[in-house]
């Protein structure tokens, strides 16, 4: 079965700091790796995404990934955090494997960042 | 191009009513993807179809929910006399047509939050 884990319910960092969300996951096979954004009362935003290639992956307003095989993980990280980070962050997986292309969410991480 | 619309955003519910939920997919965008967030959760997977076909429901509870893609209009999330349980927002996805579509990202509307009051 796949499965996505995001271990911290959330995570608190002062403006400027270096900012980590964590994401394990278990799929069969090799997955397509996401991770989207989603403020109050909106939609999700998509982030980045790695689908090949380079383990360090560059996406939308400074954020990256780096994709561990070996760990099975895809930990979300920006060098200089800004308090308007501040929102729920979630990691998601899609089976490459399979013909239908559903999303596994993690439960989401709240990341707040403080001045 | 517009990005995914969903209608209403907000839509309060006395229990045992019907509640509609519709999703307008991305321009040239015919997969459309329904998932469910409860309080707290992340996102849960309940269907996707295909204009006029379901593809995979297995995340949908076998009653009272269905779902449809019509050939025109817009994709209607329907639920049957509704408990308080399905307070939740349900956010609608779509993606590009075809096979190589999965590996791109799914683009999502803002989502409706359903209240059964």
């Known amino acids: 079965a796949q499965s996505v884990a995001q271990p911290e319910d959330q995570v608190n960092v002062a403006e400027g700091n270096p900012l980590t969300v964590k994401c394990t996951y278990s799929v069969s096979g090799n997955p397509y790796l996401f991770w989207y954004v989603q403020y109050p009362n909106r939609g999700l935003q998509f982030l980045l995404k790695?689908?090949?290639?380079?383990?360090l992956v560059k996406g939308s307003y400074g954020f990256e990934a780096e994709f561990n095989k070996s760990q099975t993980s895809f930990h979300l990280k920006k060098p200089s955090a800004l308090v308007s980070d501040s929102a729920l962050y979630f990691c998601?997986?899609?089976?490459?494997?399979?013909?239908?292309?559903?999303?596994?969410f993690g439960r989401g991480t709240q990341l707040t960042v403080w001045p | 191009n517009a990005g995914v619309m969903q209608n209403p955003r907000h839509l309060v519910r006395r229990r045992g009513q019907e509640a509609r939920l519709r999703c307008s997919p991305m321009k040239g965008h015919s997969h459309v993807y329904w998932y469910r967030q409860l309080p707290e959760e992340g996102l849960k997977f309940m269907v996707y179809?295909?204009?006029?076909?379901?593809?995979?429901e297995s995340g949908m509870p076998k009653e009272r929910f269905s779902a449809e893609f019509p050939k025109e209009g817009p994709s209607i999330l329907r639920i049957q006399q509704v408990v308080r349980g399905d307070s939740a927002a349900y956010f609608c996805?779509?993606?590009?047509?075809?096979?190589?579509?999965?590996?791109?990202?799914?683009?999502f509307g803002q989502g409706t939050r359903l209240t059964v009051v």
């Open positions: 998601a997986v899609r089976d490459r494997g399979s013909t239908l292309g559903r999303l596994y």
């Open positions: 790695y689908i090949t290639g380079d383990n």
């Open positions: 179809l295909q204009k006029e076909n379901i593809i995979d």
């Open positions: 996805a779509s993606s590009p047509v075809g096979e190589g579509g999965k590996n791109t990202e799914a683009f």
